[in-house]
């Protein structure tokens, strides 16, 4: 199978002259393909550098001709410009073309009108699809691989909201990312329209409507502690500096993880001076939901019927989960109510020396068996509250704090 690729400016006299060539080929020929690009005059010099710079190849005039050779795992073969599409033509098919200078200019102005008017439908096209842009950091955690699924359900930003996903991680990553890019667009859902994959360049956090910061910057073997807050200093930084150059100022930035997290939310703050800092926060929603299937599961209850759990302090640190507040419903004893109603959580409680020890011992231990599902869950849900106005009760959120 021969395939070549003819790409020229749309008002080329000689690209209408090669594209009959190759349409005659095409058309005579069984194995032979034909794919063709065109390019607006003023835009031809600047694409035509950038193509043979990314190629390695010499040309400087329309068109360009080239024949693809991915299938034998190669980069494209050069042909050159007209006269070398038709010497090639000649010597392999026989074939030459003999369109006089008029028909070349009418096909010319033809091909120029077809490509103002594409553009125009792509415009258009482009105008209507107005996506949420939601990027997550650190991308290829398992966290990921899990809040992919759920943001593209629709179950988060509504079912008619589409959403482009731009996945950023480290040069390393990238390979794994592409893998998980082509099981996103697999799952055929119709919110997820767009996945793309980003590492830190100037282009960061580009239009974003949403930041999923996932990074959890771990300290190295034989790290010193200083060296850990250095690195992690440094990568928070450019992203505070990339979010408040590029980011919507309406942003919304959630930090979530298991290490700094009250760190990073804060190095970022500091960083994007531009952005409101009550739209940055620390996520202890996953500490919430581990709470609360203990005491479901004490209670022999389903754990979505608790709410109001509050933590208070570092989420990754030194924290306290306060219950004075915490309701229960639809809770089976002697007192009941409609579905509205609620109950102290507390007093419900009868084990106290369970709560005040054994609680919190798990409580604190359940984190080392964190794989990634329940994180991705705990980020939805404080997305889903943040986008959508509904009555949720209280959610803890670590905020920059205004006191002294």
Not at 382 to 388: H, P
Request: proline share 3%; net charge negative; with cysteine.
């Amino acid at each position: 199978m021969a395939k070549f690729v003819l790409a020229g400016r749309a008002n080329c006299p000689y690209y209408a002259k090669a594209e009959l060539l190759a349409d005659y080929l095409q058309k005579n020929l069984p194995n032979f393909r034909i794919h063709k690009m065109t390019q607006h005059p003023d835009n031809w010099e600047d694409w035509l550098a950038d193509l043979c710079i990314k190629n390695g190849w010499k040309h400087t005039r329309s068109p360009i001709i080239w024949r693809e050779l991915l299938d034998r795992g190669s980069k494209g073969l050069l042909i050159g410009g007209f006269n070398d599409f038709m010497e090639h033509a000649q010597a392999f098919y026989n074939v030459t073309s003999a369109m006089i200078s008029d028909l070349m200019k009418d096909i010319a102005a033809e091909n120029m009108q077809a490509h103002l008017e594409l553009e125009e439908e792509e415009d258009n096209i482009r105008k209507q699809f107005n996506p949420l842009h939601i990027w997550i950091t650190g991308a290829s955690m398992p966290a990921c691989y899990s809040l992919i699924p759920i943001l593209a359900s629709g179950d988060v930003f509504g079912a008619t909201k589409d959403i482009w996903l731009h996945l950023l991680d480290e040069d390393y990553s990238q390979n794994a990312l592409q893998g998980l890019k082509m099981e996103a667009e697999d799952l055929a859902c119709h919110c997820l329209r767009k996945v793309t994959l980003h590492t830190i360049t100037d282009d960061a956090f580009l239009q974003a409507d949403f930041v999923i910061v996932l990074n959890d910057v771990l300290a190295k073997e034989d790290q010193c502690s200083e060296a850990h807050i250095s690195e992690m200093k440094e990568q928070c930084a450019q992203y505070g500096a990339f979010i408040d150059q590029n980011s919507r100022k309406d942003v919304k930035v959630i930090v979530s993880g298991s290490s700094s997290v009250n760190l990073i939310a804060l190095l970022i703050i500091k960083n994007a001076p531009s952005i409101n800092p009550r739209n940055i926060v620390a996520l202890p929603t996953q500490l919430e939901l581990e709470a609360r299937a203990q005491i479901a599961e004490k209670l022999s209850i389903n754990s979505s019927v608790i709410k109001d759990v509050i933590v208070w302090g570092n989420i990754s640190g030194i924290n306290l989960l306060d219950l004075h507040l915490a309701k229960i419903y639809n809770y089976d004893s002697s007192i009941w109510g409609p579905s509205s109603f609620s109950r102290p959580l507390l007093p419900m409680i009868h084990d106290r020396k369970w709560m005040k020890n054994d609680m919190v011992t798990e409580w604190k231990k359940r984190k080392e068996h964190r794989s990634g599902l329940s994180a991705a869950h705990s980020i939805a849900t404080a997305l889903s509250y943040w986008q959508q106005d509904s009555d949720t009760g209280m959610v803890s959120l670590g905020v920059l704090s205004e006191g002294k």
